[in-house]
């Protein structure tokens, strides 16, 4: 049967002309999943065709698929697992890039930063290839303003790096037990200089020993077995013999040092240069507080050495005037015998030294003797004169 149109059920129909074209009506705002029509081939008879994973909502604009390939345009906020590979134009809007995205790229564009003050932190991932996280560590840091790099450790050759800060400490532990150290130096007093140390110079951290050729300097502490030793030695005290502390040098005054023995002082020498034994205040250049033993005691009493010499005038006559004693030294009640200083300095004052305690020049009193005993001699002879006369 051929008519223009048919109206009616044709479900039984087998044979139907193919239609080029069919009317379709405008759905622009219902909120529902609709499915879009598609066909297996782009040409001939096809059956029409959809896919549950292929949908659209007519009010939220929104087109889903389970994936896209191809170019992409349009609002893609909702676009999950996108490829970065597939993105070779275009800008995406840090709007639309909020939340995160597992984005795969062999290259990215970067910005310079090169001035900014500012803390930024290098990103690095866990592989050397592969789909790989980015990640950054609050431990590695960026300025670009300073060029300062900074990370809590550095691992491998620095050989190359300059401008590196001298370290003005360093962290150094106890080796109290080493036998053998050997102590580092530089070649200068200051500047970024190598560490060096040398054979000659060894340090014995369990005896406290420092050993070197030589010392040069002021020397505090302890040394033992030095030898050779040359210039100064500032000693604040004394020096005190091993093993005996109550044998020592000391410098108990400026310009001034005794011995000492036993704990006590033995010997003085003053500022003025004298020498005082059994004394600490010596007035002599030799000033004995005890007694003297020698084989020959020698008085210069050269004639080239002496002026205006006499003959002692009346020496019975100032003999006369001097007392010879016994008496008791107060210090030690040893009992002896000799003159009173006080007496003789009213005879013969320059045979008396009054430096506190008076002294008596007992080899002057030697030569008054000679002539008392010369006059005497006279005097005998002439008394013998005349009873050689009387007989």
Not at 332 to 354: H, R
Request: aromatic share 6%; glycine share 10%.
């Amino acid at each position: 049967m051929t008519a223009t149109t048919f109206s009616g059920n044709a479900t039984s129909a087998t044979t139907a002309t193919t239609a080029t074209n069919f009317t379709v009506t405008s759905n622009n705002g219902s909120n529902e999943n609709v499915y879009p029509v598609f066909v297996d081939g782009f040409s001939g008879s096809q059956g029409g065709e959809t896919d549950t994973d292929l949908s659209y909502n007519p009010s939220t604009n929104t087109f889903t698929a389970g994936t896209f390939s191809g170019a992409l345009s349009g609002n893609g906020s909702a676009v999950t697992n996108l490829n970065a590979s597939n993105l070779s134009t275009g800008t995406v809007p840090s709007a639309r890039m909020s939340g995160t995205y597992n984005i795969e790229s062999a290259t990215f564009t970067v910005q310079a930063n090169n001035s900014a003050n500012e803390t930024v932190y290098p990103v690095f991932v866990d592989g050397a290839t592969g789909a790989q996280g980015a990640e950054t560590d609050t431990g590695l840091s960026y300025n670009p303003s300073t060029g300062l790099f900074t990370a809590v450790a550095f691992s491998g050759s620095g050989a190359s790096l300059t401008s590196l800060p001298v370290p003005t400490t360093i962290t150094v532990a106890d080796e109290s037990s080493d036998t053998t150290c050997f102590p580092l130096f530089a070649t200068a007093a200051t500047g970024d200089l190598a560490p060096k140390s040398g054979s000659n110079l060894t340090f014995n951290s369990s005896t406290g020993a420092l050993t070197a050729t030589s010392f040069v300097g002021n020397l505090t502490g302890t040394a033992s077995n030095a030898s050779g030793a040359t210039g100064d030695f500032s000693i604040a005290d004394k020096i005190v013999h091993t093993g005996d502390t109550n044998t020592a040098i000391r410098f108990p005054a400026v310009d001034t040092f005794t011995v000492e023995t036993a704990g006590s002082e033995r010997l003085r020498v003053n500022s003025s240069g004298n020498i005082g034994i059994g004394t600490d205040n010596p007035s002599e250049k030799l000033d004995v507080n005890g007694n003297v033993k020698a084989i020959d005691f020698n008085t210069t009493s050269d004639e080239n050495l002496k002026d205006n010499i006499r003959t002692i005038k009346d020496p019975l006559a100032k003999v006369v005037q001097i007392r010879g004693v016994n008496f008791d030294w107060k210090e030690t009640q040893k009992p002896s015998v000799g003159v009173i200083a006080q007496e003789v300095e009213k005879v013969l004052p320059e045979l008396v030294t009054d430096s506190g305690t008076k002294t008596v020049n007992y080899n002057g009193l030697i030569g008054l003797l000679i002539e008392v005993v010369k006059e005497q001699q006279t005097q005998i002879n002439s008394l013998n004169e005349r009873l050689s006369k009387l007989e």
